[in-house]
């Protein structure tokens, strides 16, 4: 019963375990606590220089935001098949790690409340992974397997199986199901979005061998901080000069403003050798207001902050109605209005992608969409009703369902584990 299931997420990580009964097979899946109480936690790690400590998940998040000094890291899934993943990053104090033994550490985090609610030290683990890490590129995809498995060695893991999120999830939903059907998962996350053409049943659950229930798969490297970059860009980066017009009616030099809008590019902008070059840009600027904006949040190192205040506001607008980003530490009384019709349009053609990657998983297996069952949603970013609803479109006879959109691939994952190790 040495054994987990690990979904590491972009986003959002969980991990299930076996407890109680004398095998895994009369065992109950359980979802371990990971941070307090909680049986989720945001993927985030923050080194607290100032401490000489880390924090993960919310924890993460708050040290990062009550101004430590140190190095907030998120999203690292999304490295995973590049070349940067190999390579040093700065922490913020002279030191440096690579972006696969940050990975490892917060995969010992999840072993070790794994191992803690399990009361016995863990050796086995089924992990999670998307169906494509990196679209149209099979090596880079492979290497990306690679790497995280060798993280998940390196942390005491030594027997690994993988199996797809979105499959995973079908599983759980399985577990619900009287009869039998075609059920398409859509597990749409913060860093990709796949999709699942699955046979379900209560018959065919038991079998441990389902390669011929799987019918397709198919994914696009898209899904929720697509959204946030796209919301940041659209708004709070306008701000700051992005899309906006030289002295001779040219756009700005726009790379500055993507690298800010995304995660794991943004500590490349404080180098003082991109600084200094930022600086002497302000003659490109009609209004020089922008520029001042934009070197204050280079110079102060606010792009986590614009980053997570342009994820809350999809958050919030998600949530129903309009919201205003505060955006007080970039200058005094700057708050901007955002609503869903912004949203919207502002991932107007990531959804498109989206729902062309579903279409395209149904058409691979030779399936009408009609002859789709059901529709079952999960992951973080199926909260996004514009987007749940562009789908349900695309399916308009089958039923949409939703999962536990943060723990049930875990939960799925748990239930291959234990047909694995039983």
């Given amino acids: 019963m040495t054994y987990c299931a690990i979904d590491f997420g972009t986003s959002n990580s969980a991990v299930a375990v076996p407890v109680g009964g004398p095998t895994a097979d009369q065992a109950t899946l359980k979802l371990a606590p990971v941070e307090g109480a909680y049986t989720t936690l945001p993927t985030a790690v923050f080194f607290n220089t100032d401490e000489n400590t880390r924090a993960y998940g919310r924890a993460a998040l708050e040290a990062y935001i009550d101004g430590f000094d140190g190095r907030l890291m998120r999203s690292m899934k999304s490295i995973l098949g590049s070349a940067l993943a190999d390579n040093p990053t700065d922490l913020g104090d002279g030191s440096a790690i690579r972006y696969t033994d940050v ?11 794994a191992e803690q609610t399990a009361g016995t030290p863990i050796s086995r683990a089924v992990l999670g992974r998307p169906v494509f890490f990196v679209d149209d590129d099979p090596r880079a995809d492979q290497l990306a ?15 690994i199986h993988f199996q797809y999120e979105p499959i995973a999830a079908a599983f759980d939903y399985e577990a619900h199901l009287t009869h039998e059907g075609l059920v398409l998962v859509a597990d749409i996350g913060g860093g990709t979005s796949d999709f699942s053409l699955v046979r379900v049943g209560p018959e065919r659950m038991q079998r441990l061998e389902r390669k011929d229930d799987v019918l397709a798969h198919h994914g696009v490297h898209v899904a929720g901080t697509d959204f946030d970059r796209r919301v940041e860009l ?7 000069g992005y899309q906006s017009l030289d002295p001779d009616g040219r756009e700005v030099p726009n790379r500055i403003y993507f690298d800010l809008a ?12 991109r600084v200094s070059e930022l600086g002497l840009m302000r003659h490109l600027y009609s209004n020089t207001k922008h520029h001042d904006r934009l070197m204050r949040v280079v110079e102060q190192r606010f792009g986590h902050a614009l980053a997570a205040h ?19 530490i970039v200058e005094e009384d700057l708050r901007l209005a ?8 502002a991932g107007k053609d990531e959804t498109h992608r989206i729902v062309q ?3 395209e998983t149904v058409q691979r297996a030779g399936v009408a969409p009609r002859e789709v069952d059901a529709l079952y949603f999960t992951g973080g970013s199926t909260g996004l009703a514009f987007l749940s609803g ?13 999962g536990d959109r943060l723990a049930s691939v875990a939960t799925g994952l748990g239930i291959h584990a234990q047909r694995v190790f039983q």
Wanted: proline content about 3%.
């Fill in 103 to 113: 990975i490892a550490i917060f995969i010992t985090h999840l072993k070790r409340c």
């Fill in 145 to 159: 397997q690679q790497q995280l498995e060798a993280a998940a060695r390196s942390v005491g893991l030594s027997e």
């Fill in 234 to 240: 659209a708004t709070v980066l306008r701000e700051l």
């Fill in 262 to 273: 995304t995660w794991h590019l943004i500590n490349t902008v404080y180098t003082p050798k």
């Fill in 310 to 328: 342009a994820e809350e506001a999809k958050i919030g607008v998600a949530a129903g109605g309009e919201t205003l980003i505060d955006l007080e």
């Fill in 338 to 345: 955002f609503d869903e019709a912004q949203l919207i349009a």
């Fill in 357 to 359: 990657a579903a279409r």
């Fill in 390 to 402: 562009a789908l349900a479109a695309a399916f308009p006879d089958a039923r949409p369902v939703f």
